[in-house]
Nanobody, 120 residues
Framework: QVQLVESGGGLVQAGGSLRLSCAASGRYTMGWFRQVPGKEREFVGGISWSGRSTDYADFAKGRFTISRDNAKNTGYLQMNMLKPEDTAVYYC?????????????????WGQGTQVTVSS
């Protein structure tokens, strides 16, 4: 069973940047999600195992970049131009699907989550 270990969350001012990391061995599509209390887990973006295919939620396009380094078994979520509404717990997850799926039910292993707080 693959295990995911996330790191990189924290507190940042609006307009700032953060990079989240997700250590995950194996050939999996990786997705990133976020969740705020009382709301359903929301798709942020994802990347295929090869790295050749990515998909982003509309709010992430142009600000967030997902990448992976398979030699290091690590995926990344680079977040720029952060806004207070980006405040959430961010999760990485892996899926056996070949392509990035947007619904959280397609992902069967999840990281522990990391808090991202953006102050105004």
């Amino acid at each position: 069973q693959v295990q995911l270990v996330e790191s990189g969350g924290g507190l940042v001012q609006a307009g700032g940047s953060l990079r989240l990391s997700c250590a995950a061995s194996g050939r999996y599509t990786m997705g990133w999600f976020r969740q705020v209390p009382g709301k359903e887990r929301e798709f942020v973006g994802g990347i295929s195992w090869s790295g050749r295919s990515t998909d982003y939620a509309d709010f992430a396009k142009g600000r967030f970049t997902i990448s992976r380094d398979n030699a290091k078994n690590t995926g990344y979520l680079q977040m720029n131009m952060l806004k207070p509404e980006d405040t959430a717990v961010y999760y990485c997850a892996v899926s056996a699907y070949l392509h990035v799926e947007r619904h959280f039910s397609a992902y069967n292993v999840w990281g522990q989550g990391t808090q991202v707080t953006v102050s105004s």
